[in-house]
């Protein structure tokens, strides 16, 4: 009882775009146009290792790729279903099969386990040629401190100016969970990441310094983490006046990240693409990814159907929205003593991952709910009227107004949890286990209460309503 719980991430993190012109209330992709696409640099000569480029006068391009890449874990060597891979490597790659165009700029911090970290310039690669240009080499770098994702957004939007920007956080995700590394021998393996996590150094960027990230940096035209657990209305509203559109997944995500070569082509094609278009594309591409299966070596796939999946796309105005919503929903349920309703919601609506994913295969401490699932349950099973209209609209404000594109696959079958019922953003919500054991609450360094959405809503006094409700 008084072991450390490991805490679950079995993936990496991703963030995608950003423009420090604009402002959020201004974003509209919609009104973007670009000239026709020239590559510049594709195809580099026989021998252009031996004679570096020379520096040229900046120019504007319609987007710049950031990826902030913290393999100063087990992600440089993963293991995953048995099999291991260096998934770092891997996405680097895929990013070398178009590299750097004439209309996007692709730029990587890439932290190495023993390594530091490696700034550079991504270019198509060819013979004799790696497709990398070195800006830097820092053999001390904390990846997990998230002063150096802001100095690397400022170098990369000052090196390489575009109309557009994409930042990539790519690691290991944890929701909005601070986890006290005071409770783990020494912050390391894969079960106990936050977001960002530098195994050597044992820090990690905490979420309410996710959106000082973004505040100082400059805003970014979409803002997407690939990473497990990250797309949740707590995360959101630290980030929302700083981004255009968030991306990420309310579940764990498999370690092989988005594929870059895909992406990338999509973004070359037609830089105009809107947000709504760029959604579309991810959303069909994680289908296909996942009916596909898991591609390991030549014609051998793992099959990936029983593998619950999700991915969203959220719009960061709407959650000024989100408040009022949550907080009439937390109030009416409250006020009419909905606890039957509550106790189905917490006992059947869609949970992610656990805590404790290896060991805890009921998802007994699993705390965060799909919201609008959650809600559907408590409105279909409330007494009052009142409590069916709040849950009833703010299921409603989730899907035509907050989430912008979200799709749900496969099953939870020990759960009994059908994913293709989600609505694309996860919340905080009282575990279903009885007797919560004490470690529990030692697991948490920022405390719920502090955090912007729970201080803008009701919603952190309903889940100490809730748990009163479940545990009495």
């Known amino acids: 009882m008084n072991k450390p719980l490991k805490l679950a991430s079995l993936a990496v993190s991703f963030v995608l775009l950003g423009s420090s012109a604009l402002k959020a209330q201004d974003f509209s992709l919609n009104a973007v146009r670009a000239a026709d696409i020239n590559s510049a640099g594709a195809d580099k000569g026989l021998f252009d290792f031996t004679n570096p480029p ?44 178009v590299g750097t165009t004439g209309a996007v700029n692709v730029v990587v911090e890439h932290g190495i386990k023993g390594k530091g970290s490696r700034r550079l310039l991504i270019q198509k690669s060819g013979f004799l040629n790696s497709g990398e240009t070195v800006y830097g080499e820092y053999p001390a770098a904390d990846m997990g401190d998230y002063k150096r994702v802001i100095e690397f957004v400022k170098w990369a939007k000052t090196e390489f100016p575009a109309r557009h920007y994409m930042l990539v956080l790519w690691n290991h995700g944890l929701g909005w969970i601070d986890p006290s590394q005071k409770l783990q ?32 940096s400059g805003y970014v035209d979409v803002f997407a983490m690939n990473a497990c657990l990250m797309q949740m209305a707590e995360i959101g509203y630290e980030v929302k006046d700083y981004t255009g559109l968030i991306l990420g997944s309310e579940e764990t995500m498999l370690a092989q990240g988005f594929d870059y070569e895909k992406l990338l082509n999509f973004m070359n094609a037609d830089p105009a693409f809107t947000s709504e278009q760029l959604s579309d594309f991810m959303m069909s591409w994680y289908r296909q990814f996942m009916a596909d299966g898991m591609h390991i070596i030549g014609p051998l796939n793992v099959p990936l159907g029983s593998v619950g999946a999700t991915l969203s796309t959220v719009r960061p105005q709407a959650l000024n929205d989100l408040p009022p919503y949550l907080s009439a929903f937390a109030d009416a349920a409250m006020a009419n003593n909905e606890a039957e309703a509550v106790k189905k919601a917490i006992e059947s609506a869609v949970r992610f991952s656990s805590l404790a994913p290896d060991k805890d295969k009921k998802k007994l401490i699993a705390p ?70 004490a470690a529990v609450n030692d697991i948490y360094e920022t405390k719920y209460p502090e955090l912007s959405l729970s201080q803008a809503s009701q919603w952190d006094e309903f889940v100490t309503w809730a748990d009163g409700v479940w545990r009495k």
């Open 54 to 97: 020379k520096p040229q006068a900046k120019t504007t391009k319609e987007w710049t790729v950031m990826v902030f890449m913290n393999a100063k874990n087990n992600l440089s060597d993963s293991q995953l279903l048995g099999l291991t891979g260096k998934f770092a490597v891997q996405d680097i790659a895929e990013m070398k099969k």
């Open 185 to 216: 021998t020494a912050g390391t393996g894969a079960e106990q990441k936050g977001i960002l996590f530098d195994d050597e150094t044992k820090n990690y960027v905490r979420t309410k310094q996710l959106g000082e990230i973004l505040k100082t």
């Open 368 to 437: 965060y709910v799909d919201l609008y699932d959650f809600a559907a349950v408590v409105g279909a099973n409330a007494a009052a009227q009142e409590t069916k209209q709040a849950a009833s609209a703010l299921m409603d404000f989730i899907k035509t107004k907050l989430v912008m594109r979200s799709v749900g696959l496969n099953a939870d079958a020990e759960n009994g949890y059908d994913y293709t019922k989600v609505g694309g953003i996860a919340i905080n919500m009282t575990m279903k286990i009885k007797e919560l054991p």
